[in-house]
């Protein structure tokens, strides 16, 4: 999002517009970084996104979890899930964004590419996938341990808490930042 802001009189008289995007956004200052960054990036999606797959073609194969760690799904779909949260609303809010910049300087990069945000949300909706197959295959005598209940559960309720802290204050970095 292009975001435009006033500043005082120029010489002539005229007030001056910068683009938040064009004047005060860094950039990478070599076309091969930038190249070999989207590269690695979208190269590390790719190999991340293939992973994931066999698990999920097993289940339906088999139509069975048997064997499948149910805690590890479940906190692996809290995790994706945070982190989602903070690729997305780093990336598409131009509100954090700017609340970023007046933090670390106008000078700095935004730390989230489009990658990331493709990655975390492909992990939290093939990981809910594989949740969803845990509920309609034969999964034996397997259940989600108390102990990772109590752990996904303490981990919302403790960002719940932090949502209440931050919303007086608007501090939408320092929420997103505890998703990392």
């Not at 802290?165 to 501090?171: D, E, G, K, Q, T």
Request: glycine share 4%; hydrophobic share 50%; charged share 10%.
């Amino acid at each position: 999002m292009v975001q435009t802001l006033d500043f005082s009189l120029d010489t002539i008289g005229s007030v001056q517009k910068k683009n938040l995007e064009t004047d005060f956004m860094a950039s990478w200052n070599s076309i091969p970084l930038e190249i070999t960054y989207q590269v690695l990036g979208w190269t590390a999606f790719t190999s991340w996104t293939i992973g994931i797959y066999p698990q999920v073609i097993l289940n339906f194969r088999k139509k069975s979890v048997v064997g499948l760690s149910f805690d590890f799904v479940v906190l692996n779909l809290t995790k994706h899930s945070s982190y989602l949260i903070y690729n997305a609303s780093l990336y598409f809010s131009s509100t954090i964004q700017k609340q970023y910049y007046e933090k670390y300087g106008y000078g700095q990069m935004i730390p989230v590419a489009a990658n990331d945000v493709a990655f975390s949300t492909h992990a939290v909706l093939v990981t809910a996938i594989i949740l969803f197959q845990i509920l309609i295959y034969d999964r034996g005598s397997q259940k989600v341990s108390k102990v990772a209940i109590a752990i996904v559960c303490a981990v919302w309720l403790f960002a719940a808490v932090c949502f209440f802290i931050a919303l007086p204050s608007r501090s939408w970095l320092w929420l997103i930042s505890i998703f990392k």
